[in-house]
């Protein structure tokens, strides 16, 4: 058997240097289809060239476009890696799969729900995972359903002797895209060689996330000093930008030494990031430039599909969410999403989508940022409105309501500012009331501290770069309704008034 991969393992890093993207190869097709799943870290959809991004060609992921399906607005539910992930693994909002923290005594791990892992290997998919940064690890609940997980295995820590200010090695605990893309091929070569039934594979890359793991100094030197026609001025966008660019490299290898065994053209891919970036220009905008917020920098997300029964080149305007990837997914290997996924599924198929002739309305995003319990959102202290943020959006209007302060909540009009720059919400309170009563519907609030198992080693070691760990605050909550801020119940109800369904709304206080 070691020869027999070590030949087939050559023949894939070949494929990754010689063969063209779509050439042909395999030992025939599976009853069903080999199901990829790529995850992209931080990747905003606008630095993508086939979105129109200026910040340097990204010419793999261009290739999967034009060989399938784009969805030009695709939105995800959180600024946070690993609640991200469970919405895309699960096809659930937060409220659903409960996995709305990085770090707290509850509420940061998957527990006993329906994944794509676990749906297809009960229906004889041999599951593999290989990843690039600890917030995908099993720590988070991930490696349920694997027959094969490599990923970044290490702790949440404790500093100090405070039990509230939580955090991860960020330096040692990520890897680069090619180390990935190189083991993944190694893994996807052995299991081709002994097992002749269909796999599902999830890939997770890391690399514009942050600038502490960087490409190899002289391809780095290149990609950041390479002369583009771009906006981009500051270092810390540039970075982002040529680290986007090298992963893009490392996914045309994989990409290549896949179709080298055999395994790409007639599997099913689908292609998302977790969330985006502010930025230089979220920056400039919104007084952000990372993620942990929920303006269009950071839930505008790339989402491309490829393969049996994807038309090839299609360009889907029609908003959706990072929830429609596992049902989509499902349905497309010939599955039925609703019962394998459970009767909380938030998420739809996208195949109807994929019919040229077939209505294409736009889809009603949910996200959330659950800072203020969040034991590892150290950003909140410089930006105490973020703490806790609840959106919707149904493609034309977007609300971002703050419970803590809701006289700071905002509406867009994204179909005319799609940059999110004029809060409108006091010229347009029907718009505002209409989204708020969606949100009080959902009733996805968390007022009080998580509980229930799980705790920290101590160390005095932790990582920066938005997961900076800090202690917990307090808030003192009632209900209230979204048209009459003098209403106070103490419990959820409708408004005596309007009739509205009530909201929280109350004060917080971070530690001194």
């Not at 990204?58 to 469970?86: C, K, M, N, R």
């Not at 799980?454 to 009632?478: H, I, N, P, R």
Request: glycine share 10%; aromatic share 8%; proline share 7%.
């Amino acid at each position: 058997m070691t020869h027999a991969w070590t030949l087939r393992a050559a023949r894939a890093l070949a494929a990754a240097a010689l063969l063209p993207l779509g050439a042909c190869g395999g030992d025939g097709a599976s009853a069903r289809p080999h199901v990829i799943l790529i995850t992209l870290d931080t990747v905003r959809a606008d630095h993508l060239s086939c979105y129109g991004g200026n910040t340097g060609d990204t010419p793999a992921l261009d290739g999967i476009a034009s060989a399938g399906a784009l969805f030009e607005q695709a939105i995800s539910v959180s600024g946070l890696t690993p609640t991200s992930h469970a919405t895309i693994l699960t096809g659930r909002f937060q409220y659903e799969h409960g996995l709305r923290v990085l770090a707290g005594p509850g509420g940061y791990r998957l527990e006993d729900v329906p994944t794509l892992a676990t749906a297809l290997k009960a229906e004889g998919y041999r599951t593999g995972a290989v990843h690039s940064a600890f917030p995908v690890s099993s720590t988070f609940g991930f490696d349920e359903g694997f027959d094969h997980f490599d990923s970044l295995e290490g702790k949440l820590t404790e500093r100090g002797n405070t039990s509230t200010k939580v955090g991860w090695d960020v330096a040692s605990l990520q890897r680069r895209s090619d180390e990935t893309t190189a083991r993944a091929l190694r893994w996807m070569s052995t299991a081709l060689e002994e097992d002749d039934g269909p796999i599902f594979l999830w890939l997770h890359y890391w690399d514009p996330h942050d600038p502490v793991v960087l490409p190899p100094t002289e391809e780095f030197e290149r990609l950041f000093y390479d002369e583009v026609e771009t906006e981009l001025r500051d270092e810390s966008s540039r970075s982002y930008a040529a680290e986007l660019r090298w992963q893009d490299q490392n996914l045309g290898a994989l990409f290549r030494g896949l179709d080298g065994l055999g395994a790409l053209d007639e599997a099913l891919l689908a292609i998302t990031s977790d969330h985006g970036q502010g930025l230089g220009d979220g920056l400039q905008i919104h007084g952000w430039g990372a993620h942990r917020m929920l303006y269009r920098e950071q839930v505008h997300v790339p989402l491309l599909l490829r393969g049996p029964g994807v038309p090839a080149g299609a360009r889907i305007p029609a908003q959706v969410r990072t929830a429609d990837i596992a049902p989509t997914l499902l349905e497309l290997a010939g599955l039925d999403p609703v019962p394998i996924l459970g009767k909380y599924i938030a998420g739809e198929s996208l195949v109807p989508l994929l019919d040229a002739g077939a209505p294409s309305g736009d889809r009603v995003a949910y996200g959330e940022q659950v800072s203020g319990y969040d034991d590892n959102a150290g950003m909140r202290v410089r930006r105490p409105d973020a703490a806790f943020l609840y959106m919707v959006s149904d493609g034309e209007w977007k609300v971002i309501y703050r419970p803590h302060m809701p006289e700071n909540s905002e509406l867009f009009h994204v179909s005319v500012d799609p940059r999110e720059t004029q809060n409108v919400r006091e010229r347009h309170p029907e718009q505002y009331l209409r989204l708020m009563e969606d949100l009080a519907l959902r009733n996805p609030w968390v007022l009080e501290p998580f509980s229930g198992p799980g705790g920290y080693s101590e160390s005095d070691q932790l990582g920066g770069l938005g997961y900076t760990a800090v202690e917990q605050g307090s808030g003192s909550w009632w209900w209230t309704c979204p048209s009459d801020p003098a209403i106070h119940e103490d419990v959820r109800g409708v408004c005596p008034d309007c009739g509205r369904t009530l909201v929280p709304a109350g004060t917080w206080s971070e530690p001194k």
